[in-house]
C-alpha cells in the first residue's frame, strides 16, 4: 500500500471525545464500512432511547452502525469478521475486544489512548493526570492486544498540563491530538514504515473508573490536593451546607507557598472545612481554598458572590 492508500475501517468508539477521530479518518478519505458503539441508553424526562455521539454522528453521514452488548458471541465475532476490514480503529468504545475481534482486520486493531503510556491505563486516563498534578499528559497510538492497555505502542504525542488546565481542557486537547495523529499511524502501518514498539516495563500506573464516593470533598486533604480534584473531577465533586449538596466548579488555592507545608490563614488551627471569612475562603488540611465558582442543587453554575447573595457565610462556619 502507497502514502494515500485509503482502508477499509471498522470504527469503534463511543463518547463525544471519539467523534473527532471519526470525522478525521473520514476526511482523510478512508472506507469506514461500519461504526460499533454502545447500545442507546434512555435519557432525559421521556427516559427515551437516546444514541451516543459516534452513533448519532455516523447515523447523518449514513453510515452503518452496530451495537452489540457484547463481542463474545460467536455469530457477532463472524459479523465482524465478515466485514473484512483492513484494520479497527478504537476510541473509548467501552466493551473488551475479544482474541477474534483483534485478530479479524488484515492489519490488526489501533487504540487511541488519552495518556502516555504505560501511565494511566485504564478506564479514566484524562481525570486521574490532573488529579495526580502531572506535569504532562498526551496520547498514544496503541496496536491492541488482549491486555488491558498493554500493546505495543506506533506514535505518542505530549502536552504540557498547565496549573489551570481543567478535565475538559484535557479531553477537548486530546481529542483533536488523537484525531491527528491515528491519520498519520494508520498511513505508516499501511505502507510499512510504521513499527511498533514494546511499552516500557517501568511506570505502569492505573486509572481506575471513577468512583461517586471519591467525589466528595475531604477538608482534611492539601488544599492543593483538592483544587486538582476539583479541576479533574468536575462537575462531580461536591461538599455539604445544610444537608445540601453543592458541587464546585472552580478554587482558587490561596497562599500556594504554604499549601504545600504550612497552613495558610491559621487553617490547621481553626480546623479543616472551617471557612475563613465570608467570602469562601476554606481552611484545609494544609493550606486553604477559595471557591470562585459554585452550583448549589437545582442551580446553574454561579460565581462566589452571586452565591453568597442568596446563601451568605460567614467565617467560622463548617462545611460537611
Given at each position: 500500500?502507497?502514502?494515500?492508500?485509503k482502508?477499509?475501517?471498522?470504527?469503534?468508539?463511543?463518547?463525544?471525545?471519539?467523534?473527532?477521530?471519526?470525522?478525521?479518518?473520514?476526511?482523510?478519505?478512508?472506507h469506514?464500512?461500519?461504526?460499533?458503539s454502545?447500545?442507546?441508553?434512555?435519557?432525559?424526562?421521556?427516559?427515551?432511547?437516546?444514541?451516543?455521539p459516534v452513533?448519532?454522528?455516523?447515523?447523518?453521514?449514513?453510515?452503518?452502525?452496530?451495537?452489540?452488548?457484547?463481542?463474545?458471541?460467536?455469530?457477532?465475532?463472524?459479523?465482524?469478521?465478515?466485514?473484512?476490514?483492513?484494520?479497527?480503529?478504537?476510541?473509548?468504545?467501552?466493551?473488551?475486544?475479544?482474541?477474534?475481534?483483534?485478530d479479524?482486520?488484515?492489519?490488526?486493531c489501533?487504540?487511541?489512548?488519552?495518556?502516555?503510556?504505560?501511565?494511566?491505563?485504564?478506564?479514566?486516563?484524562?481525570?486521574?493526570?490532573?488529579?495526580?498534578?502531572?506535569?504532562?499528559?498526551g496520547?498514544?497510538?496503541m496496536?491492541?492486544?488482549?491486555g488491558?492497555?498493554?500493546?505495543?505502542?506506533l506514535?505518542?504525542?505530549?502536552?504540557?498540563?498547565?496549573d489551570?488546565?481543567?478535565?475538559?481542557?484535557?479531553?477537548?486537547?486530546?481529542?483533536?491530538?488523537?484525531?491527528?495523529?491515528?491519520?498519520?499511524?494508520?498511513?505508516?502501518?499501511?505502507?510499512?514504515?510504521?513499527?511498533?514498539?514494546?511499552?516500557?516495563?517501568?511506570?505502569v500506573?492505573?486509572?481506575?473508573?471513577?468512583?461517586?464516593?471519591?467525589?466528595?470533598?475531604?477538608?482534611?486533604?492539601?488544599?492543593?490536593?483538592?483544587?486538582?480534584?476539583?479541576?479533574?473531577?468536575?462537575?462531580?465533586?461536591?461538599?455539604?451546607?445544610?444537608?445540601?449538596?453543592?458541587?464546585?466548579?472552580?478554587?482558587?488555592?490561596?497562599?500556594?507557598?504554604?499549601?504545600?507545608g504550612?497552613?495558610?490563614?491559621?487553617?490547621?488551627?481553626?480546623?479543616?472545612g472551617?471557612?475563613?471569612?465570608?467570602a469562601l475562603?476554606?481552611?484545609?488540611?494544609?493550606?486553604a481554598?477559595?471557591?470562585?465558582?459554585?452550583q448549589?442543587?437545582?442551580?446553574?453554575?454561579?460565581?462566589?458572590?452571586?452565591?453568597?447573595?442568596?446563601?451568605?457565610?460567614?467565617?467560622?462556619?463548617?462545611?460537611?
Amino acid at each position: 500500500m502507497g502514502d494515500d492508500a485509503k482502508l477499509r475501517l471498522v470504527f469503534m468508539g463511543t463518547p463525544d471525545f471519539s467523534v473527532s477521530a471519526l470525522k478525521s479518518l473520514i476526511d482523510a478519505g478512508h472506507h469506514v464500512i461500519a461504526v460499533y458503539s454502545q447500545p442507546p441508553r434512555k435519557s432525559g424526562r421521556g427516559q427515551k432511547l437516546k444514541p451516543t455521539p459516534v452513533h448519532a454522528y455516523a447515523e447523518s453521514l449514513g453510515i452503518e452502525v452496530r451495537t452489540p452488548v457484547s463481542l463474545k458471541a460467536e455469530d457477532e465475532q463472524r459479523a465482524f469478521a465478515a466485514l473484512q476490514a483492513d484494520a479497527a480503529v478504537v476510541v473509548a468504545y467501552g466493551l473488551i475486544l475479544p482474541k477474534a475481534i483483534l485478530d479479524a482486520p488484515k492489519l490488526g486493531c489501533f487504540n487511541i489512548h488519552a495518556s502516555l503510556l504505560p501511565r494511566w491505563r485504564g478506564a479514566a486516563p484524562i481525570q486521574r493526570a490532573i488529579e495526580a498534578g502531572d506535569a504532562q499528559s498526551g496520547v498514544t497510538i496503541m496496536q491492541m492486544d488482549e491486555g488491558l492497555d498493554t500493546g505495543p505502542m506506533l506514535l505518542v504525542e505530549r502536552l504540557e498540563l498547565g496549573d489551570q488546565m481543567t478535565a475538559g481542557d484535557l479531553h477537548d486537547a486530546l481529542s483533536d491530538i488523537g484525531a491527528t495523529m491515528i491519520v498519520k499511524a494508520l498511513a505508516g502501518v499501511a505502507d510499512g514504515t510504521l513499527a511498533a514498539h514494546v511499552q516500557p516495563l517501568d511506570g505502569v500506573t492505573y486509572a481506575k473508573k471513577i468512583d461517586k464516593a471519591q467525589t466528595r470533598i475531604d477538608w482534611s486533604r492539601p488544599a492543593i490536593d483538592i483544587a486538582r480534584q476539583v479541576r479533574g473531577l468536575y462537575p462531580m465533586v461536591w461538599f455539604e451546607r445544610d444537608g445540601q449538596r453543592v458541587r464546585v466548579s472552580a478554587v482558587q488555592v490561596e497562599d500556594a507557598a504554604n499549601a504545600e507545608g504550612a497552613s495558610a490563614g491559621q487553617s490547621a488551627d481553626q480546623g479543616a472545612g472551617t471557612t475563613l471569612d465570608d467570602a469562601l475562603l476554606v481552611a484545609c488540611g494544609r493550606g486553604a481554598l477559595r471557591l470562585t465558582k459554585v452550583q448549589p442543587a437545582g442551580k446553574s453554575v454561579m460565581d462566589a458572590a452571586a452565591y453568597l447573595r442568596g446563601h451568605p457565610l460567614a467565617a467560622g462556619v463548617k462545611l460537611d
